[in-house]
C-alpha cells in the first residue's frame, strides 16, 4: 500500500490520518511536538515551514495532505510560510498536494455559495486564505504541482472540540441541559460540514486525476440554525428543551479585550448574523462521497462526547 503524509494532527488531520490507517497504508504525521506511534501511523515531530525537513519526511509519498493551521490570531502572519513549504514539499517529490480549504476567502456573499464564485474577501484572514490557494492553482497549472483543495465549512461531530462552533462551547452544556450562548443570530440558516465526511472526501480526490487543478465543496447537509441543531443535539441526548441566547454585542465587545480568539471572529461573524449556505453539489454531480444523514451526524456526535470523561465536568 501507498505512503502518505499527513501535515497537522488536528481534527481533520486526525481523521484523515487514522481513515488512511484503516484503509491498509502507511501513513506518517508531521506536528511540532510529535506523538507516540499508533496503529499504523507514525508521528514525527518537526516544523512544517521548514521544507528541507518536510521534503524529507516526504519522500516516496503518494500525497501530502495539508490540514495544519497555525493559532486562529496568528493565521495572517504565518499561514504563509506553512504554504510556502508545502508547496516546495509537492515539487520535490512529486506527491500530491491535497489542501483542506475554508470558505474565508469567499467574504461575504448573497446566496449559497459555489466554488466558481470569486475569493474576494477583505479581511486578512480570508486574504491569506484566498492568497496561498491562488499560488497553489498557479503552480498547478504550470505543471510544477499537482494540487487540489476541499472546502468546508465549520466543523461538527466526534472529534471537534475546540475552535467549532457547535463544540467544547455547546454539546457539553446541551448534555447538562444548560443554557446555550451563541454568536449572531441563532435562528439564521447554517450550514456545518461533518468532520468525518471531511477526511472520506479528501482521500477520495487524492487518487483522482479528473479532481486535480481546482477547489471543491466538501459534500454538506442543507443548512440548520443554530437553535435548530441544539434543538436536535437535546433530543437526542434527553436532556429536553435547551434555551439558545445571543450573545450581546457589548459582551463580546468586552469579551474581545481579553481574547485573541474572540477578537479575530470579528472578521468571520458575518457567516452567523445571516444565512450562511454552502452549495456541494458539483462534487456530488462527480465523485462517490456524500454527507452523512444529519441524525447519523447527530447520534454519533452525541455518543462521542458522552465517552469523554470530562465532559459531565465541563
Not at 496568528?74 to 513549504?85: E, H, M, V, Y
Not at 465523485?287 to 452525541?302: L, S
Request: include cysteine; glycine fraction near 10%.
Amino acid at each position: 500500500m501507498s505512503l502518505y503524509v499527513v501535515v497537522g494532527f488536528g481534527p481533520a488531520g486526525a481523521a484523515t490520518a487514522r481513515l488512511l490507517a484503516e484503509q491498509g497504508h502507511s501513513v506518517r504525521v508531521v506536528t511540532k511536538s510529535g506523538r507516540s506511534p499508533q496503529p499504523g501511523i507514525e508521528h514525527v515531530a518537526l516544523d512544517a515551514t521548514d521544507s528541507g525537513r518536510l521534503i524529507e519526511a516526504s519522500r516516496g509519498a503518494a500525497a501530502v495532505y495539508h490540514c495544519a493551521a497555525p493559532p486562529y490570531h496568528r493565521w495572517a502572519g504565518q499561514w504563509p510560510a506553512l504554504i510556502s513549504s508545502v508547496v516546495a514539499t509537492a515539487e520535490a517529490t512529486g506527491a500530491v498536494l491535497v489542501m483542506l480549504g475554508n470558505l474565508y476567502g469567499y467574504g461575504p456573499a448573497d446566496g449559497p455559495l459555489t466554488e466558481e464564485q470569486p475569493l474576494a474577501a477583505t479581511g486578512p484572514k480570508g486574504r491569506v486564505r484566498a492568497a496561498g490557494w491562488e499560488r497553489v492553482r498557479s503552480l498547478h497549472e504550470q505543471g510544477r504541482i499537482r494540487a487540489v483543495e476541499l472546502r468546508a465549512s465549520d466543523f461538527f461531530g466526534p472529534g471537534v472540540t475546540e475552535g467549532g462552533h457547535l463544540a467544547a462551547r455547546v454539546v457539553p452544556r446541551v448534555l447538562r441541559g444548560k443554557l446555550v450562548s451563541t454568536l449572531g443570530d441563532p435562528d439564521a440558516p447554517h450550514s456545518w460540514t461533518y468532520l468525518p465526511d471531511v477526511a472520506r472526501a479528501l482521500v477520495e480526490v487524492t487518487g483522482e486525476e479528473r479532481a486535480w487543478g481546482r477547489a471543491w465543496h466538501v459534500p454538506t447537509a442543507p443548512a440548520l440554525s443554530v437553535r435548530e441543531m441544539v434543538d436536535r443535539l437535546a433530543a437526542e441526548s434527553g436532556t429536553g428543551p435547551v434555551a439558545v441566547r445571543r450573545l450581546s454585542p457589548a459582551v463580546l465587545g468586552v469579551a474581545s479585550l481579553f481574547s485573541p480568539l474572540i477578537r479575530e471572529l470579528k472578521e468571520i461573524r458575518y457567516q452567523f448574523e445571516r444565512p450562511f449556505l454552502v452549495d456541494s453539489t458539483a462534487y456530488e454531480a462527480e465523485f462517490a462521497v456524500r454527507a452523512t444523514p444529519v441524525d447519523e451526524q447527530v447520534r454519533a456526535t452525541v455518543a462521542w462526547w458522552r465517552a469523554r470523561p470530562d465532559t459531565v465536568g465541563r
